[in-house]
């Protein structure tokens, strides 16, 4: 009795195992690299989120059209260093003709990558890459340009001249020195007569950068604008600017998306924002590791692009794609 | 009533219902390898086999204190985030501090173990339901993580001993080619230690006595709290441990890593057969667990099944591992 319900359980066991691999036999295949296809991992920094769920649609997109194999996958949040590495080192072992990696955190990733240097894999990196000079080539925003083009809006938006605010998320990061230097040198070098207040580091906190628009708009009550340099700094902003009645009257340019400043640009609060094209960041990286395979040379890094988008356009299919909510 | 009693005076047959759990449990990993090694080339090499050893390292480690803990009939949520604790203490006395590796190894053990008396109090003298009081832990140890880390990550690039002495081999210095990693030989050490915990030492016999009736574990004269508070401090010190392993392995401190890995521990416990009910289990079938749950993890990634089904699969295994128990334990009545 005891023994058949054994052999029934592992029976049931073998099933369940068997129905997986029938799922997935397509892409087991190519993974096992005895075809003809090239096998290219893309290891993100996350796949729930719908900026990744973009990312995965332009890497797969862009594989179809070079006829190779990709698999996107990447921890459940970006605090998973080690499970990131255990999905790298996983995909290490499948032996990919190249990987594309966007690091949660380069220094523990190095001594991984440089397994895949040695065996003459080519890395690319994107979104924010690998700090360090294994990467072939990082495909990547261009930040400084997409702040600077903030930068035009907003000045063109209050008439060439004023104050404006300035929100950013911290003061450390990548993608934080990058938006806040490329707006400011936007503003000093073309419109000499916007004066800036701040930059304010508001932690990407809505409540925080609130509370920072609010002391600087009570201190400065003159203030026409303001950009907020990432999604949480510029939701931060429109609250103040909706708490203290000003709406209208102050001019709020944000960056990145999500259904509040979808809300904002809708009903007239907010001017517009950038938004980055995680579309391109994934056709970009793919492109770029099927060049490595071939052994064409590439440049260090890749732009992959942006897009304005206020009231006028936010409904156009192009831009539709790249918004997430 | 009746059948309780009668469970209790029949000792063996839960040892042998304990031992044919483990051997299912044994059953179904060496099948999975199976498997995978005959659909997937790339699963059978020696590199992803070291892959396997490493990302069980450290949930096996958590999960061989949560061992203990359950087999009391309790439960502790806090382990994930007091290993996260215990890293970051450790980066702070070595990077932060610059005192000597030892010193911040011992640290990070230590700052486990407080943590864990700490549960053991709330449990024992508060009487605190476990489930309560190690989630509020849990929360308290992440929140410290980050202010003890400066809310950034703390590295160890001053002291390259530290990640060598857990992801250098020793093994592979003296052997050539068998290049297995410390980290691997920590956590069998580890489980060695715990296996003899259990079953030799009088800790262990008041474990399982605690968890089969606490009642008459208290009325035959046993310090009922004392020893309680102690196992929940072993479950510390393994989260402890835990922490400096993966620190090392990632090479810094992350103050915002760990949360969730308790779950991951819990499985691999319920899966090697020890009863959430309490009064039985046993570290083997613990360490059996924690490799089903990496072994699959690592093989479905191998065959890149979309991870969303990765996570439902090995849900399902748990399920199953439970569900296995309570048939077994229909069989015994």
């Keep these: 009795m005891r023994s058949k319900r054994f052999f029934t359980i592992l029976g049931a066991a073998a099933l369940v195992l068997a129905a997986c691999s029938a799922n997935t036999g397509a892409s087991g295949a190519a993974s096992g690299g005895g075809t003809a296809k090239s096998y290219i991992p893309v290891v993100s920094k996350g796949f729930q989120h719908q900026f990744w769920q973009a990312v995965k649609k332009g890497a797969e997109q862009e594989a179809a059209k070079e006829n190779v194999t990709v698999n996107f996958e990447g921890p459940e949040n970006e605090s998973q260093v080690d499970k990131q590495m255990e999905m790298l080192q996983a995909e290490y072992d499948k032996h990919p003709a190249a990987v594309c990696f966007a690091a949660l955190d380069s220094q523990a990733a190095i001594p991984l990558l440089q397994k895949f240097k040695d065996a003459k894999i080519p890395v690319i990196g994107f979104d924010s890459g690998v700090d360090s000079d294994i990467p072939v080539t990082t495909a990547a925003t261009d930040n400084i340009a997409a702040a600077g083009t903030a930068a035009d809006k907003l000045a063109d938006a209050i008439g060439g001249s004023g104050k404006v605010g300035l929100i950013v998320h911290d003061q450390t990061s990548r993608t934080g020195i990058d938006r806040r230097d490329g707006f400011l040198k936007e503003m000093k070098s073309k419109y000499p007569n916007v004066q800036i207040i701040g930059p304010q580091y508001g932690g990407g906190d809505q409540l925080k950068s609130a509370d920072l628009a609010k002391a600087m708009i009570q201190a400065n009550p003159d203030i026409k604008g303001f950009f907020g340099a990432n999604e949480g700094s510029a939701i931060g902003v429109i609250n103040a600017v909706t708490e203290l009645n000003k709406s209208g009257k102050i001019k709020v340019v944000g960056y990145d998306s999500g259904q509040a400043q979808i809300d904002a640009i809708n009903n007239g609060l907010m001017l517009g924002a950038i938004t980055q094209n995680p579309i391109g960041i994934g056709e970009q990286c793919v492109k770029a590791a099927v060049k490595a395979i071939k052994g064409e040379s590439l440049p260090k890094t890749i732009d992959t692009g942006f897009f304005w988008y206020d009231k006028s356009n936010i409904n156009d299919p192009e831009i539709q794609a790249v918004l997430y909510k | ?333």
């Design chain 2, 1 to 333: 009533m009746d059948s309780f009693l009668g469970r209790l005076g029949r000792p063996r047959a839960l040892v042998r219902s304990d031992a044919i759990q483990r051997f299912l449990a044994f059953g179904a990993l060496i099948l999975i390898i199976v498997f995978f090694s005959i659909t997937s080339p790339a699963f059978r090499q020696f590199d992803n086999a070291i892959g396997i050893l490493i990302a069980t390292a450290v949930v096996g480690v958590l999960a061989l204190g949560e061992t203990f803990v359950i087999i009391t009939a309790g439960i502790d949520l806090s382990i994930g985030t007091v290993m996260t604790l215990s890293a970051v203490m450790t980066g702070v006395v070595v990077t932060n501090l610059g005192l000597p590796v030892p010193v911040g190894i011992l640290a990070g053990i230590l700052t486990g173990g407080v943590v864990g008396l700490g549960n053991g109090l709330l449990v024992a003298r508060l009487k605190l339901p476990p489930f309560i009081a190690t989630l509020g832990t849990l929360n308290v140890a992440r929140g410290l993580a980050l202010v003890i880390s400066g809310l950034a990550p703390i590295y160890f690039t001053g002291t390259p001993e530290f990640n060598h002495a857990l992801m250098g081999s020793l093994l592979g210095a003296i052997i050539p080619g068998l290049d297995i990693p410390n980290i691997v030989l920590v956590m069998f050490g580890a489980a060695i230690v715990a296996a003899l915990l259990l079953g030799k030492t009088i800790l262990g016999r008041y474990t399982y006595a605690l968890g089969s009736n606490e009642e008459a574990a208290r009325l035959s004269g046993v310090n009922v709290d004392a020893w309680k508070a102690g196992v929940y401090a072993l479950g510390g010190l393994f989260a402890g441990l835990g922490g400096v392993m993966i620190a090392a392995r990632v090479n810094s401190a992350q103050p915002s890593l760990g949360f969730g890995y308790e779950l991951e521990a819990i499985s691999a416990v319920v899966i090697g057969g020890t009863s959430l009910s309490g009064g039985e289990g046993s570290i083997l079938g613990t360490v059996i667990g924690a490799f089903i749950i990496s072994t699959l993890t690592n093989g479905l990634r191998i065959m890149s099944v979309p991870q969303e089904w990765q996570t439902v699969v090995t849900g399902v295994v748990v399920i199953f591992a439970v569900y296995l128990d309570i048939l077994r334990r229909r069989q015994q009545q």
